[in-house]
T-cell receptor, first 114, second 113 residues
Framework: DAGITQSPRHKVTETGTPVTLRCHQT?????MYWYRQDPGHGLRLIHY???????DKGEVSDGYSVSRSKTEDFLLTLESATSSQTSVYFC?????????????FGPGTRLTVT | GENVEQHPSTLSVQEGDSAVIKCTYS??????FPWYKQELGKGPQLIID?????GEKKDQRIAVTLNKTAKHFSLHITETQPEDSAVYFC????????????FGQGTELSVKP
């Protein structure tokens, strides 16, 4: 898993509650990503980061925010969870000096919003 | 923006046969094409990738081919084994997309012993 851990690995929460997922890497890579995976959609990019406090939106960013205060941690927050955010969330890091390098994924967090 | 289509969505082969999964992309500026294997309950694992300056790349039983003119690329697995059973994803990326990966919808490969 390229030194990537995600926590929690499973979470059930109620509609309207805030949720924060954590991604931690041990190798000081600059680029980090959050994806969601849903049946029939492959993986879709939510947000990404290219350094501490430097983040940008992906293709499905509505309803999500991110923060990166340390190189090793990238947090994904659902401010007010909705049932449509039930999904498996994957964090990834990019090895190299630009975005166009190999990405390696963490083990995932399964989130259920009831 | 970039769009990646992947076919077939499911593929069943006999052990020892070959498997081929195909992807097409829309943005001619894309220049990086990785393939991922995802086993049940795990994150996607990068298995092979190719850049637009080459047409084919091999790694033991797996190979990827790229046709830039037709904008498609394929994953070839030879001598399939039951442990090759998984979901496979293709993706495309390029500088015009800020290097972000756009994924295909996935192919569930089943290798029958």
């Amino acid at each position: 898993d390229a030194g990537i851990t995600q926590s929690p690995r499973h979470k059930v929460t109620e509609t309207g509650t805030p949720v924060t997922l954590r991604c931690h890497q041990t190798e000081n890579h600059r680029y980090m990503y959050w994806y969601r995976q849903d049946p029939g959609h492959g993986l879709r990019l939510i947000h990404y980061s290219y350094g501490v406090k430097d983040t940008d939106k992906g293709e499905v960013s509505d309803g999500y925010s991110v923060s990166r205060s340390k190189t090793e941690d990238f947090l994904l927050t659902l401010e007010s969870a909705t049932s449509s955010q039930t999904s498996v969330y994957f964090c990834a890091i990019s090895v190299g000096t630009s975005l166009s390098y190999e990405q390696y994924f963490g083990p995932g967090t399964r989130l259920t919003v009831t | 923006g970039e769009n990646v289509e992947q076919h077939p969505s499911t593929l069943s082969v006999q052990e020892g046969d070959s498997a081929v999964i195909k992807c097409t992309y829309s943005d001619s500026a894309s220049n990086y094409f990785p393939w991922y294997k995802q086993e049940l309950g795990k994150g996607p694992q990068l298995i092979i990738d190719i850049r637009s300056n080459v047409g084919e790349k091999k790694d033991q039983r797996i190979a990827v081919t790229l046709n830039k003119t037709a904008k498609h690329f394929s994953l070839h697995i030879t001598e399939t084994q039951p442990e090759d059973s998984a979901v496979y994803f293709c993706a495309a990326s390029g500088n015009n997309q800020g290097g972000k990966l756009i994924f295909g919808q996935g192919t569930e490969l089943s290798v029958k012993p």
